[in-house]
């Protein structure tokens, strides 16, 4: 997905498996403000990290790997 030419006003992405809304795109440093509909929180994001589709693959938390519980 070249992201120079997509519509992301009202549309909804996902970050990881967590739906979100693109705010604000930040071109220079290649990130995003988004807003999670999840938990009604805003955060900054890179882009890479969107998705059209929720990421359901296995992970482990970085609190696990250094661990924490």
Same mark, same amino acid.
């Given at each position: 997905?070249?992201?120079?030419? &997509?519509?992301y006003? #009202?549309?909804?992405? *996902?970050? $990881?498996d967590?739906?979100?809304?693109?705010?604000?795109?930040?071109?220079?440093?290649?990130?995003?403000k988004? &807003?999670?509909?999840? #938990?009604?929180?805003? *955060?900054? $994001?890179?882009?890479n990290?969107?998705?059209?589709?929720?990421?359901?693959?296995?992970?482990?938390?970085?609190?696990?790997?250094?661990g924490g519980?």
């Open positions: 997905m070249k992201y120079e030419h &997509f519509y006003k #009202n549309n909804e992405f *996902f970050y $990881i967590q739906p979100i809304r693109i705010l604000k795109v930040f071109w220079k440093v290649h990130m995003a988004v &807003f999670c509909l999840n #938990n009604q929180k805003k *955060f900054v $994001i890179d882009l990290a969107i998705s059209e589709y929720p990421i359901k693959e296995i992970s482990i938390s970085l609190g696990l790997l250094k519980k």
